[in-house]
């Protein structure tokens, strides 16, 4: 891969991983802060419903923080667009779309159907 495209994708999946903190950081501050009381039980239960919506959101995010981590330490390390199951080349246009991907689409696509078979 050629080092402005390594650079491209570093800057980015920074770009991201700096906005998904700030909103992580955010919803922990706001349910800290929210204790309101709720006359109407129903009321409650939709904001409860939200509520858990909302944690469901974050915890998605999280995984996807851990492996922008993981994406930025294969930058550094040089493996960074390497497919983990053929070691062929990941296409660009597959890592523009999913830069965290760790499998080249065909690997991917093969995972997926053994997947599927197997009932996974």
Do not use: W
């Not at 891969?1 to 770009?15: G, H, T, W």
């Not at 919803?27 to 929210?34: G, K, P």
């Not at 779309?97 to 078979?117: F, H, N, S």
């Amino acid at each position: 891969m050629k080092k402005e495209e390594l650079e491209f994708f570093k800057n980015y999946l920074k770009e991201q991983l700096e906005e998904l903190l700030k909103e992580a950081d955010g919803t922990v501050s706001d349910m800290s802060v929210q204790k309101e009381s709720f006359p109407d039980p129903t009321d409650r239960a939709s904001h409860e419903a939200d509520r858990n919506f909302m944690l469901r959101i974050r915890d998605r995010e999280s995984k996807l923080i851990k492996k922008i981590k993981k994406a930025l330490i294969r930058i550094e390390e040089g493996t960074f667009g390497i497919c983990e199951s053929c070691g062929e080349d990941i296409a660009f246009k597959r890592l523009r779309a999913r830069p965290v991907t760790t499998q080249c689409i065909d690997c991917k696509t093969k995972e997926e159907q053994m997947e599927k078979a197997l009932g996974i």
